[in-house]
């Protein structure tokens, strides 16, 4: 099995699983044992599912403007959450070919394999929202032909994806490129490097 066969259906699980209440505050029922990767990808996709939920909710004409200011601190609270994961999946690959050692005209990818990952769980969300709109029984047919196309074009960009990432850590395992952890280093969340934090010291 590859990585993203074991990935692919834990992300489409947690999307059905946040479904059967449909609220962003519904406690995450995480059924993988922690300290295993299974673990960490259904809490990174169940992290983007509320995500994506909260940035439909903030999108609202009507929102009372403090409601929003709550919520978009949750949204920023949430986007760490997940930089945070995204990096503990990456530390998960680095010990995982910790023993490799690489071809002397090795490469190095533009991204991580988990960032690379990231985009997969966000697509699943992508993926299933897409096919809810051509599902939906009080939309034109124009609509639902529109969205039809999108449908197809995101699948194709699912298997494209996958095979990718597979390539990439079949690569790695094989030598042929290598991988390096690089932590993210937001400077806004930090009170010592985002200057409307420190300046009010």
């Known amino acids: 099995m590859t990585f993203t066969e074991k990935a692919n259906p834990i992300f489409e699980q947690v999307i059905r699983d946040y479904h059967l209440t449909d609220n962003v505050d519904t406690p995450i029922n995480n059924p993988y044992k922690s300290g295993d990767i299974e673990h960490d990808l259904y809490m990174k996709n169940w992290i983007d599912t509320v995500q994506w939920h909260l940035e439909d909710i903030i999108r609202d004409p009507q929102i009372d403007p403090v409601e929003a200011l709550q919520l978009k601190r949750r949204i920023d609270k949430s986007n760490q959450d997940r930089t945070d994961l995204v ?66 074009v995101l699948l194709e960009q699912k298997k494209d994806l996958s095979e990718a990432i597979d390539q990439l850590l079949d690569d790695i395992e094989a030598g042929r490129k290598y991988m390096k952890v690089y932590k993210q280093m937001k400077m806004y969340n930090d009170p010592s490097t985002n200057p409307i934090l420190y300046n009010k010291k």
């Open 87 to 152: 990096e503990r999946i990456d530390s998960y690959f680095y010990m995982l070919y910790s023993g490799i050692k690489p071809q002397p005209n090795a490469t190095i990818n533009t991204e991580s394999p988990s960032w690379a990952v990231d985009r997969l769980s966000i697509l699943a969300l992508k993926i299933y929202h897409m096919r809810e709109q051509v599902e939906r029984k009080d939309a034109s047919p124009e609509h639902i032909e529109i969205c039809q196309k999108k449908l197809n």
